[in-house]
């Protein structure tokens, strides 16, 4: 373990932490030299059918961080200019379609499509799902609003799912972010989170971490997610 490994473990005094006293100590327990992300932690405790129920949603949060995602929307010809004008870093059809096919080109970090498309680039689940790319209504990439949904995922829209752990898992900024700002973005998360957790039951969440990318995990007192 490196000394500042034992540095930042020494910092760590309480079996769990308020929210606010885990930001305070977050960016002290961050052991790199870069500015690393507040990666968040829900591990949930699920009865066996609830573990076979998705939860996934989508976030944009009030404070912006880390680089710009890559936008591909797959659309019309008659929808190109206007995915292009609201950010879009590729839009098109057939072309990309036979890049993604032949070429394994992903050069992206979101696809976006219309509903009356979907037909058509199904035979793409098979590589795009694999990486959690697939369109989807859920998360609006399937939409018919092209402009406000490209623009929302340019500004820093997040989407979180629950793993097959039982757990989502969040960057919901960085190390170098103020507490306050930090603060909203988890208010943000919470917020969207409040109707899966309600259907879930109260004794749903089995515990929440948060840790830098570098560095030991706090734990954080459960209220602070109901």
């Known amino acids: 373990m490196s000394k500042k490994q034992k540095e930042a ?5 309480k079996k769990q932490y308020s929210l606010d006293e885990a930001l305070e100590l977050l960016p002290k327990i ?19 059918k609830q573990k076979k129920d998705p939860i996934r949603g989508s976030i944009t949060f009030p404070n912006a961080f880390g680089e710009q995602i890559k936008v591909l929307a797959l659309v019309e010809e ?19 379609v036979e890049k993604i ?31 959690g790319l697939m369109p ?13 949904v490209i623009k929302q995922y ?6 979180f799912k629950k793993d097959d752990q039982d757990a989502i898992r969040l960057v919901i900024g960085k ?16 917020k969207v989170l409040k109707p899966h957790l309600d259907k879930l039951g109260p004794d749903a969440i089995k515990n929440i971490h948060l840790a830098p990318t570098m560095g030991p995990s706090l734990k954080i007192v459960l209220s602070e997610l109901k």
């Open 9 to 13: 473990n020494k910092l760590i005094d």
């Open 30 to 48: 961050s052991t790199s030299k870069f500015a690393g992300s507040a990666e968040l932690t829900v591990n949930l405790k699920l009865n066996e």
């Open 78 to 96: 008659g929808d190109v200019k206007t995915a292009k004008a609201a950010g879009a870093d590729h839009a098109g059809l057939e072309e990309f």
């Open 101 to 131: 096919e032949k070429e394994n080109w992903f050069d992206f970090d979101i696809v976006i499509t219309t509903p009356k498309l979907m037909p058509q680039i199904a035979k793409l689940g098979k590589y795009l799902g694999r990486k």
């Open 136 to 148: 989807n209504p859920k998360n609006q990439t399937v939409t018919a609003d092209l402009e406000k």
């Open 154 to 159: 340019k500004q820093g829209k997040k989407d």
């Open 175 to 190: 190390t170098d972010m103020s507490a306050d700002q930090l603060k909203a973005n988890f208010e943000e998360f919470r």
